[in-house]
């Protein structure tokens, strides 16, 4: 059964103050690993797509990486805009269709 | 750009009460999924669909029914409503690079 699990469950940040969201996973065959931010009251909005180990995706102060067990998405000096629930998904080949399963997230706030 | 639209956003049901969520998607994509989310427990697949006519349950299908008769169109049709369905549903579609939400359904089941 594929797994995926995010940490920290909330992480609150001062404006500027870096830091690093994880995601680990457990699947057989990954066909792809998904990075999504959610604003309270709203559906996931689209991130990133990573497809193998060593492979990094940028977005303003956002950037992916993905190694063969987890990914991060580090988070480069932070602005309040940024606070969101970050949702990391894997998607393996089930039966011959693509199923992503998502973790619980990750809160993050950041304060001015 | 429409997207994944959904309706309604917000629904009270009693108990028994039987509701459609409509999803629709202009993009063309194959792949269509429906979702919960309680809080603090991520997403749950209820069903998914792979193309018109084609469906299949996900994690938590008990109590729900689903349909493909286009590609645009995954309604969700819950039969006797229980308050363990109280949730936020959401729909989205997809390529195998990724998935875009609708912004969801608020449903209250008292």
């Known amino acids: 059964e594929d797994q995926v699990t995010q940490s920290p469950e909330a992480l609150r940040l001062q404006e500027g103050e870096s830091s690093s969201l994880n995601c680990s996973y457990t699947?057989?065959?990954?066909?792809?690993l998904f990075w999504y931010r959610q604003d309270p009251g709203k559906g996931p909005e689209f991130l990133f797509t990573?497809?193998?180990a060593g492979e990094e995706k940028e977005k303003e102060r956002l950037k992916a990486t993905l190694t063969k067990k987890e990914s991060f998405l580090h988070i480069t000096a932070p602005k309040p805009e940024d606070s969101a629930t970050y949702l990391c998904?894997?998607?393996?080949?089930?039966?011959?269709?693509?199923?992503?399963?998502f973790g619980r997230g990750t809160s993050l706030i950041v304060h001015p | 750009n429409a997207g994944v639209t959904q309706t309604p956003k917000f629904r009270i049901l009693k108990i028994g009460q039987s509701m459609t969520l409509q999803c629709t998607q202009d993009m063309n994509h194959n792949y269509m999924y429906w979702y919960r989310q309680d809080p603090g427990m991520g997403l749950k697949l209820i069903y998914y669909s792979v193309g018109a006519g084609i469906t299949d349950k996900g994690e938590v299908p008990n109590g729900y029914n689903v349909s493909r008769s286009t590609t645009e169109d995954f309604p969700l049709r819950l039969e006797l409503a229980a308050p363990s369905q109280t949730s936020v549903y959401f729909c989205?579609?997809?390529?195998?690079?990724?998935?875009?939400f609708g912004q969801g359904t608020r449903l209250t089941v008292v």
């Open positions: 990573l497809y193998s």
């Open positions: 989205a579609s997809s390529t195998t690079a990724g998935a875009f």
């Open positions: 699947v057989s065959g990954l066909r792809g």
């Open positions: 998904a894997v998607q393996a080949r089930t039966g011959g269709s693509y199923i992503p399963t």
